[in-house]
T-cell receptor, first 118, second 110 residues
Framework: GAVVSQHPSWVICKSGTSVKIECRSL??????MFWYRQFPKQSLMLMAT?????????EQGVEKDKFLINHASLTLSTLTVTSAHPEDSSFYIC??????????????FGAGSRLTVL | GQQVMQIPQYQHVQEGEDFTTYCNSS?????IQWYKQRPGGHPVFLIQ?????EVKKQKRLTFQFGEAKKNSSLHITATQTTDVGTYFC??????????FGSGTRLLVRP
């Protein structure tokens, strides 16, 4: 089945630094990837939609200059949290859609990246 | 924007009891999906419902999609300790954005 690899699975950084999270579709081409954020015991909040070769579409309230998304290829999307602050500490999860393939409405989720900003 | 509400927030049941979680969208959905997330894990896809009034079963789990394609439910018969986790419904709109409900956390007493 479809597999999405997300790296790193956890990261601790100092306040003010930038952190990059990678999301790769291992056995399929992902025309669209979605980035979610989840605080403890809360639901997944959609941050942005990333389409290969074009600019990401951000949800209302999500700072695009703060959360840089790049989807340069059909198998890789990256999320960079710039100048991270403690309030950015969260669980970031990516998901990928398989384009026009059958079952393309189903998203495959990565295992998530837990970010802790000190 | 689209909102997906889910109740209850928590449910604590005795093993063997049934469990139901309900999901309601503010807009008509192209499909609704259900996910399960274990503590410390990531969401795992359970099922997708597409048709109005659709009912699907997976062993002890029964999923329903409302006639108006705005609400859904998940019912678990005779819960087991392995059912513990948070169950999320997620509504997909016409642009393939998946909006998650708030989730129902299920705890099962052995």
């Amino acid at each position: 089945g479809a597999v999405v690899s997300q790296h790193p699975s956890w990261v601790i950084c100092k306040s003010g630094t930038s952190v990059k999270i990678e999301c790769r579709s291992l056995d399929f081409q992902a025309t669209t990837m979605f980035w979610y954020r989840q605080f403890p015991k809360q639901s997944l909040m959609l941050m942005a939609t990333s389409n290969e070769g074009s600019k990401a579409t951000y949800e209302q309230g999500v700072e695009k200059d703060k959360f840089l998304i790049n989807h340069a290829s059909l198998t890789l999307s990256t999320l960079t949290v710039t100048s991270a602050h403690p309030e950015d500490s969260s669980f970031y999860i990516c998901s990928a859609r398989q384009g026009r393939m059958r079952g393309a409405n189903v998203l495959t989720f990565g295992a998530g990246s837990r970010l802790t900003v000190l | 924007g689209q909102q997906v509400m889910q109740i209850p927030q928590y449910q604590h049941v005795q093993e063997g009891e049934d469990f139901t979680t309900y999901c309601n969208s503010s807009t008509t959905l192209s499909n609704i999906q259900w996910y399960k997330q274990r503590p410390g894990g990531h969401p795992v896809f359970l099922i997708q419902l597409v048709k109005s009034g659709e009912v699907k079963k997976q062993k002890r789990l029964t999923f329903q999609f409302g006639e108006a394609k705005k609400n859904s439910s998940l019912h678990i018969t005779a819960t087991q300790t392995t059912d513990v986790g948070t169950y999320f419904c997620a509504g997909m709109d016409s642009s393939y954005k998946l909006i998650f409900g708030s989730g129902t956390r299920l705890l099962v007493r052995p």
